[in-house]
């Protein structure tokens, strides 16, 4: 074992790279002006880990971060923290503070919100409370990206935890993927599943579109595929409205869903796709044959 090993333990690396590993996501390697990042998908959401530095005039500060982007068009916020830890800035966002009918977790931790009965709604989920208390430091927080400089389309908003200093414990590191897979599914689906529910999934493809790049990508909208798994003609408006996107991968899901909408009203989108030079750009051979006839 080397000296260094000894005094400071597994490197960065080793144990995010084994991480990635069991929570079956991607290693992303850092660079000269990159840090390293792992990313792994629950359900619909992609969830990053990585680090950012934050500098003073004559410090800086190093954040280990988790981000979740997700469709949440009704605008709902929360906050939750450690009990003295940071300070009541969710105020200054509408945001109130919330007891949520469980003593110990109201007595250690400052809990805010815009909405107080999904508040609690989304903290009487036991499991949330106890992935919440398994973390010695949390500053989790639903960051909107509305406005001028919103990198995220209307309607998409952040899941975002930040902690200071670099996490290197893999259990700590395995019990936030765990927390960032389920508070999404409660906030978003309160415990009953959507998956076949046809206007939901029209107004996340209106909303979400595509694919949001950062450093990696952070966004990939699947809207598109369900409503063609569903085959619901209701949704071929919609579906059609995204053909001129920019996003290829986007509008190659489009053409697949109308494709195996199993009516006519898909079929005029499609005929007009004939000549476009930009559906040269969609990669044919990942398409169902149907779609592939369909061009």
């Known amino acids: 074992m080397s000296l260094l090993k000894a005094l400071f333990g597994p490197s960065r690396e080793k144990i995010w790279r084994q991480l990635s590993s069991e929570v079956g996501g991607q290693f992303h390697a850092g660079g000269l002006f990159s840090q390293f990042a792992v990313q792994a998908r629950a359900d619909d959401w992609i969830i990053t880990l990585d680090t950012y530095t934050q500098y003073a005039s004559n410090s800086s500060q190093t954040f280990t971060r988790l981000r979740a982007p997700y469709f949440n068009p009704e605008g709902f916020r929360f906050e939750v923290y450690r009990a003295g830890l940071f300070s009541g800035l969710g105020k200054v966002l509408g945001m109130e ?48 990206h509305d406005g001028l400089f919103g990198k995220f389309p209307a309607g998409v908003d952040e899941l975002h935890f930040r902690s200071t200093g670099t996490i290197k414990d893999l259990a700590q ?91 006519r009203k898909a079929v005029g989108p499609l005929i007009r796709l004939l000549g476009d030079a930009r559906t040269a750009e969609v990669d044919v051979d990942t398409l169902p044959r149907s779609a592939q006839e369909s061009l």
């Open 97 to 144: 503070d919330i007891e949520v009918g469980h003593h110990r977790f109201d007595r250690d931790f400052v809990i805010k919100g815009n909405a107080p009965r999904r508040v609690r709604r989304l903290f009487d989920n036991r499991k949330i409370r106890h992935l919440i208390d398994a973390q010695p430091k949390i500053h989790l927080s639903v960051k909107g």
């Open 173 to 263: 590191l395995r019990t936030l993927f765990d927390l960032f897979a389920e508070v999404p599914q409660q906030v978003c689906h309160e415990g009953k599943a959507y998956e076949d529910d046809v206007r939901i999934h029209i107004r996340r493809l209106r909303a979400p579109g595509g694919r949001i790049k950062d450093k990696c990508v952070l966004w990939e909208g699947d809207a598109a595929a369900a409503l063609g798994r569903l085959g619901d003609p209701a949704a071929v408006p919609a579906l059609a409205s995204v053909l001129e996107d920019e996003d290829t991968l986007l509008r190659a899901r489009a053409i697949e869903a109308l494709a195996r909408i199993q009516d």
